[in-house]
């Protein structure tokens, strides 16, 4: 239980974010809430009053070190990154100092308070299946070597590499978490798939696929992988048996581009929408999924929606979302 404990969740203005700060309140939790920025569209500010939200860049030490010893934190799920592929294609320098060094920091000031006589009782670190790269064996398990090859990959892998190496080397509470593709309310990055599938069919809109539409990827509601996050967080309060493991979180469906896009089009009543297929992508693996057995098996988790529930639930918000965009546009 959460409850009463102190928890930091860097990050939290993102996407999945506010996700996990709601399932950490909804447990008593004191939330402490950590980004670089507070865009304010985001699904934080709905939690504003309840969450305690802190101005600060994972890449600055001292402000981390000061963050961990003033707030009293127990608990950090570090979810801060530069999370965007092609965005770290074309800044790979800050989207390595952001994922590795920041990663890196959160885990170094929690070795230092631990030195200090004041362990945290548990660091869950936001992994990707990314970090695994091209794989011959698919599904991905966890045990697979980190393999990544682009920016993002390789943060990716290297984050989570020294996230484990900060367990093995010195006995740090960490667990890790490897999720396939998000997807649900509060996703304001467009570039993704299924954000940007929604919004091209409600404006009425052909829909556009970057790549050739075959790549296969895992599709999960946020809910049900913030659930899981919560769920891992929980057990590393319980047993220290689980420090130092990686869980995947999938839903064990992957499909390819088009059929997600196929998917939401179908959802939206929008068939008539022909994707352009733009075939312009790189720095993309074939196929990349995951099998969350270790998680569903040692943890009991399951999750809760399908993928056509998830896109029912997440639909609404952007019509929402993209109404008072359109409203605050300015008028020609
Ligand atoms: N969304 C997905 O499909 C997905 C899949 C697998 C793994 N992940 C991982 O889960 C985590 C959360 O993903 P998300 O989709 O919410 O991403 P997001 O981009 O929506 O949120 C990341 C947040 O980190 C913040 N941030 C960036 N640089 C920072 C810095 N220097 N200091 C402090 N905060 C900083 C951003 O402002 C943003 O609010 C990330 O680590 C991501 O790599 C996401």
């Not at 008593?28 to 504003?48: K, P, Y």
């Not at 608990?75 to 790979?92: K, N, R, S, Y």
């Not at 548990?122 to 695994?132: C, E, H, N, Q, R």
């Not at 390789?154 to 667990?175: E, N, Q, T, W």
């Amino acid at each position: 239980m959460f409850g009463g404990l102190k928890v930091l969740v860097t990050g939290c203005s993102g996407f999945l974010g506010p996700w996990l700060c709601q399932r950490l309140l909804d447990d008593g939790a004191s939330v402490v809430g950590a980004d670089i920025m507070f865009d304010e569209r985001s699904r934080i500010h709905d939690l504003s009053g309840k969450v305690d939200q802190i101005r600060l860049d994972v890449q600055d030490f001292e402000a981390v070190n000061r963050l961990l010893s003033e707030k009293k934190i127990e608990f950090v799920f570090h979810l801060a990154a530069q999370a965007i592929v092609g965005v770290a294609l074309e800044q790979p320098l800050e989207t390595i100092s952001v994922n590795v060094m920041g990663t890196s920091n959160i885990l170094e000031c929690a070795r230092r308070l631990a030195a200090g006589g004041r362990p945290l009782k548990g660091i869950l670190v936001a992994s990707s299946d990314k970090a695994y790269g091209d794989q011959e064996n698919l599904p991905y398990l966890e045990d697979a070597p980190m393999m990544g090859r682009f920016p993002y990959d390789v943060s990716k892998s290297c984050a989570d590499l020294i996230s484990r190496s900060y367990f093995h080397s010195f006995g740090l509470p960490i667990c890790i978490t490897r999720c396939g593709n998000l997807f649900g309310a509060g996703d304001l990055n467009f570039s993704r798939i299924v954000p940007g599938t929604i919004r091209s069919c409600l404006q009425g809109e052909r829909p556009v696929i970057r790549s050739d539409g075959s790549l296969i990827r895992d599709y999960i509601y946020v809910q049900d992988a913030a659930v899981a996050m919560f769920l891992i967080g929980n057990t590393m309060l319980e047993d220290d048996t689980i420090f130092g493991e990686a869980f995947n979180i999938s839903n064990d469906k992957p499909l390819s581009v088009i059929e997600i896009v196929d998917e939401i089009r179908a959802a939206m009543h929008r068939v008539d929408l022909v994707p352009v297929i733009e075939n312009t992508a790189r720095g993309e693996i074939k196929a990349q999924y995951l099998s969350s057995k270790r998680l569903r098996q040692r943890l009991g988790w399951a999750p809760q929606f399908t993928l056509r529930e998830g896109l029912l639930q997440t639909i609404p918000w952007y019509e929402k979302h993209c109404r008072s965009e359109n409203a605050r546009a300015p008028q020609r």
